[in-house]
């Protein structure tokens, strides 16, 4: 790839700018080892293949077919949830293919959200589609209904402070872990998480989280 398309892909160099310091695969490394780390430390155990989820967001990362090939292929499975609702529907569906055999075939997990796709590992937000079922919630009502409609695991969000939602006020560490402690299904963290934020809260019912700006490093 053309050292241009690198700086795509947020590759940090060096003052010589010969040495790559970090790339995206080795981001992804790091944000793994965090969240299987935050699995392990769970007082209870979950059978779920996946402990990290990259939320698809056109606006805040590199394009998701360029990060998709990517992926470093000697980890445990990373869940990439496909939303890009912004794309047309033909688009975005086109766009879904292409990504969700590229993550495949690197050993990872594709779950669409909000739309049927064939193929997939499973659905987001999306109650009636096949494979795995994972539902986006912020309080205890919506968990109760998103485990009343079947879903396999939640992500409990604001955890954090977000970028994608600045105006939303972060649940409490206390609120958090009681919804967590609360829920019948596995939960994980979404808002603001990063390596750092999901080792503040090992111990905690939290199987793992997801993200986006993290995957930017």
Do not use: Y
């Amino acid at each position: 790839m053309a050292s241009t398309t690198s700086f795509r892909l947020r590759i940090k160099l060096d003052e010589s700018m010969e040495t790559p310091v970090a790339d995206f695969s080795s981001r992804v490394i790091a944000l793994s080892r965090a969240a299987w780390s935050l699995r392990e430390a769970a007082p209870k155990p979950s059978a779920l293949p996946f402990a990290l989820a990259l939320f698809s967001d056109a606006s805040r990362m590199d394009p998701i077919d360029e990060i998709a090939v990517q992926l470093p292929t000697d980890i445990p499975p990373v869940a990439v949830i496909f939303r890009h609702d912004h794309l047309p529907e033909a688009e975005r569906m086109a766009l879904a293919q292409h990504v969700m055999t590229c993550v495949q075939e690197r050993g990872h997990l594709f779950l669409m959200a909000r739309a049927e796709m064939r193929g997939a590992n499973g659905h987001h937000a999306f109650p009636s589609g096949s494979g795995l079922k994972t539902m986006p919630v912020h309080n205890e009502d919506e968990v109760i209904e998103a485990v009343a409609e079947g879903a396999d695991a939640l992500f409990l969000s604001p955890i954090n402070g977000t970028a994608s939602h600045p105006d939303q006020k972060p649940l409490s560490r206390g609120r958090a872990v009681a919804l967590a402690q609360a829920c019948p299904v596995p939960i994980f963290a979404l808002g603001g998480m990063d390596e750092h934020s999901a080792e503040a809260l090992e111990g905690t019912p939290f199987q793992g989280f997801g993200a986006i700006g993290a995957f930017a490093g």
